[in-house]
């Protein structure tokens, strides 16, 4: 069966970064997109972007420009979200979700809360 | 970008009841050459991560009960549960992928009266 399980919670301190995976297991990981997409607590959904699993070119959000970085190691399908210079404004539950030709999200990690503290 | 706006932002609807929930984009998502809406909904419990109901705006994905719908045309669109059950209680999110960055609606609270 399909899974995505990301990795643990995380705890920063502001200026910080943070490097969040999603281990796919279940299908075969070059042949789905894989996006990034952040809850803030209380809050709705907010795309962050996406990355070509076949090709590894990324396509970020604009409102995250510059500090985003999603990356692959495709040899144990596994995806990666990093973000730098946190602030406490990014301090949400990130998710990692899967799609095929970068539409509907039919597969979700069960997501990763990061929290940004002083 | 692409402005996803629901109504209301809650509702409550008594057990068996139908209720209905309105997600609006600011341009249109229909891709003409399929003549597809690129518009999906969501379901989410609290502490779950979303989960697929709806795509191309009205194709139920595999296993989603068949008391939920989907609908729409232009730039409204909507989401039904016909007979609401007390597992329905849950947020519930539109989203365009028809353009990045494939934003999302605010959300619409479901409860029961």
């Known amino acids: 069966q399909v899974q995505l399980v990301q990795s643990g919670s995380e705890l920063k301190k502001p200026g910080a970064s943070v490097k969040v995976s999603c281990k796919a297991s279940?299908?075969?990981?070059?042949?789905?997109?894989m996006s990034w997409v952040r809850q803030a607590p209380g809050q709705g959904l907010e795309w962050m972007g996406w990355?070509?699993?076949?090709?590894?070119?990324?396509t970020y959000a604009q409102a995250f420009t510059g500090r985003l970085v999603f990356s692959l190691d495709t040899s144990v399908s596994t995806a990666y979200l990093q973000i730098s210079s946190l602030t406490a404004e990014d301090t949400a539950v990130y998710f990692c979700?899967?799609?095929?030709?970068?539409?509907?999200?039919?597969?979700w990690g069960q997501g990763t809360l990061v929290t940004v503290s002083s | 970008d692409i402005v996803m706006t629901q109504s209301p932002d809650s509702l409550a609807v008594s057990l068996g009841e139908r209720a209905t929930i309105n997600c609006k984009s600011s341009?249109?998502?229909?891709?003409?050459?399929?003549?597809?809406?690129?518009l999906a909904w969501y379901q989410q419990k609290p502490g779950q991560p979303p989960k697929l109901l709806i795509y191309?705006?009205?194709t139920r994905q595999s296993g989603v009960p068949d008391r939920f719908s989907g609908s729409g045309s232009g730039t409204d669109f909507t989401l039904t549960i016909s007979s609401l059950q007390a597992e329905d209680v849950a947020v519930y999110y539109c989203?365009?992928?028809?353009?990045?960055?494939?934003?999302f609606g605010p959300g619409t609270k479901v409860d029961i009266k």
């Open positions: 989203q365009q992928y028809y353009r990045t960055p494939f934003t």
């Open positions: 191309w705006a009205s």
């Open positions: 990355i070509s699993t076949s090709t590894g070119n990324p």
């Open positions: 279940g299908y075969t990981f070059t042949t789905y997109t």
């Open positions: 341009q249109s998502v229909l891709y003409n050459s399929n003549n597809n809406y690129y």
């Open positions: 979700a899967r799609s095929s030709a970068n539409r509907w999200y039919d597969y």
